[in-house]
């Protein structure tokens, strides 16, 4: 039986019998044999997908082939949902506009590297305490300054350990990454604020102005400036909080009067300058 049929019948994937977990694809007697067989080979540092490989430096959970296949599976599966306008995460989900991943996993996501900050652990592994004075621990800090050193040394481009195109005037990026890094970054801006703007009417409330260039994201009740928040950090704050209603949409003539007066002329006619 294939897996689409497998859970269609909510059935084991392994034993092909029992009921499966609640929102695992096991059942309880093969996830408990899998998880001791898991913990056997980890144990043992042999690879936890064929069993027979020694650990490779880079992961410490797979040999060098099956993590050479792991990552070319992922490539296939994040090139395939981004084709299709959906999460690079599940997979399933449409994307969040400016984002890779849906609201859903951008959700989690967050919850996860908050969890990660609470708890004092590497923002890049998770799993060892960070260094003082930084979100890393000091195994990924030496490693990603080991890499980083290596490929100054050698001139050549620092976005990825993959990049080999040599850089100019000592940057640290060669100039396809530093262009396509802008050309990014400021359609990623546009996409965050027009779905901001868009969502909360696309025009002013005050003066009904429409012009997207003339708007701004306001607070309802003040306190802009206690908030911390400006430009696209409130953009992308408003997205992850699921657009509440304490924020609006005005345009920069209006937010600016009531910044400065309280409230806009336009409200009070007879507001004394």
């Known amino acids: 039986m294939t897996d689409s049929i497998l859970s269609q019948n909510d059935l084991c994937v392994k034993c092909k019998k029992r009921a499966r977990q609640e929102g695992l694809r096991y059942c309880a007697p093969c996830l408990e044999r899998y998880r001791i067989q898991r913990a056997h080979l980890r144990a043992n540092s042999f690879c936890l997908s064929c069993g027979n490989g020694v650990l490779s430096a880079r992961n410490q959970t797979l040999c060098v082939p099956c993590g050479h296949k792991a990552r070319q599976k992922r ?47 590497c923002c890049h592994c998770h799993k060892r305490n960070r260094a003082d004075g930084f979100t ?64 909360y009417g696309g025009r002013c409330n005050c003066c009904g102005e429409n012009e997207f260039k003339f ?24 997205i992850v909080e699921g657009f509440p209603e304490r924020f609006q949409i005005l345009c920069h003539n209006c937010n600016h009067a009531k910044g400065i007066y309280g409230t806009c002329p336009h409200k009070t006619a007879d507001l004394v300058i």
Do not use: M, W
């Open 75 to 121: 490539a296939r599966r994040v090139l395939q949902a981004r084709q299709s306008g959906l999460c690079t995460r599940c997979g399933k989900r449409p994307r969040l506009v400016g984002y890779k991943k849906c609201q859903n996993c951008r959700k989690a996501e967050v919850a996860y590297h908050d969890n990660a900050d609470r708890a004092a652990k």
């Open 136 to 199: 890393t621990c000091q195994y990924c800090l030496d490693k990603h300054r080991a890499r980083n050193e290596a490929k100054k040394e050698q001139g050549l481009c620092r976005y990825s350990a993959n990049c080999r195109n040599r850089t100019e005037n000592a940057l640290a990026y060669c100039e396809f990454h530093r262009q396509r890094g802008i050309e990014r970054n400021t359609a990623r801006r546009y996409a965050r604020r027009k779905l901001v703007i868009d969502t």
């Open 215 to 238: 708007l701004a994201i306001d607070h309802v009740n003040g306190g802009g400036q206690k908030e911390g928040a400006f430009g696209p950090f409130l953009v992308r704050r408003v």
